[in-house]
């Protein structure tokens, strides 16, 4: 859906149509393509990305606001936290996108990674770095912050709540999803680098924000940027619900298994 100059036939009103008729041309498996190296790169990217979150929130709210949870503090430490996520996962989303765009002449990830490599080089699993951080700091930002304010509200003593987690979650996904949807749309160009846009405003590669920006301008105006916003907010909602509920599920086990341990001592 965020493809500026799509394929006649991959061309669609809303996220149902497109899912229906993807299933129903390309086959029932086709929307789970990409799954296997988006699940290789989340595993490590998610570790550093809840590590770093963890430690920074606790290390600048003892400076900003002792004793107390300070947004800044919570914004600031997921900015840093998705300079390390993105790293990790940068590639993966690079070999996903291709794999998942229409007609992609990739049927499996090493295929993939091969032709990529092979023709614009390592640098292209990054080309998109700078720009994903553009979108993903402020993506951040506004999701852990948002997601601390909610458990301030729903959950102000801080204890395991699976229902809040997962209300939390969805709320602060979807807020940040929508938010920062122009910049994912050009992600998704520098990512793919759509053979159609390409060949019919300029020559080469698009690299950096900037030439995404004025590419997406270019071929579909202020509208542009906004496509694909209802599928990304209906995918960033279960998605960042299920990873804080899960996060926050383990974060309780080990700690009471690490409490009932120094109480056995």
């Known amino acids: 859906m965020q493809s500026l100059q799509p394929d006649p036939a991959a061309r669609y009103r809303n996220v149902l149509e497109a899912l229906w008729r993807i299933i129903r041309t390309e086959g029932l498996w086709r929307p789970m393509r990409g799954l296997n190296v988006t699940a290789t790169g989340a595993g490590p990217a998610h570790a550093l990305y809840f590590a770093c979150y963890e430690k920074l929130k606790k290390t600048l709210s003892d400076v900003i606001h002792p004793g107390g949870n300070s947004h ?33 002449p990739y049927h499996r990830v090493t295929d993939c990674v091969r032709a990529v490599w092979q023709n614009e080089g390592a ?110 907010v209906i995918y960033q909602i279960p998605s960042t619900a299920i990873a804080w509920s899960v996060y926050e599920f383990f974060k309780y086990l080990i700690t009471k298994r690490q409490e009932e341990w120094r109480a056995g001592k």
């Open 123 to 232: 640098g292209a699993f990054y080309r998109s770095y700078t720009t994903q951080l553009t979108m993903n700091v402020p993506f951040q930002a506004i999701h852990f912050m948002t997601y601390e304010f909610l458990q301030e509200h729903f959950n102000p003593q801080r204890r395991y709540n699976p229902s809040s987690h997962v209300l939390s979650g969805a709320c602060a996904g979807a807020v940040a999803a929508a938010a920062t949807t122009p910049l994912d749309v050009c992600k998704t160009l520098l990512n793919t680098q759509e053979s159609l846009a390409l060949n019919s405003h300029i020559t080469g590669h698009i690299t950096g924000m900037a030439s995404a920006f004025r590419t997406v301008y270019q071929v579909g105006g202020v509208t542009a940027y906004f496509r694909g916003v209802q599928a990304r």
């Open 72 to 104: 800044i503090a919570n914004g600031a430490a997921g900015c840093v936290a998705t300079l390390l996520h993105d790293a990790a996962m940068n590639p993966a989303e690079v070999v996903k996108q291709r794999m998942q765009m229409y007609n992609s």
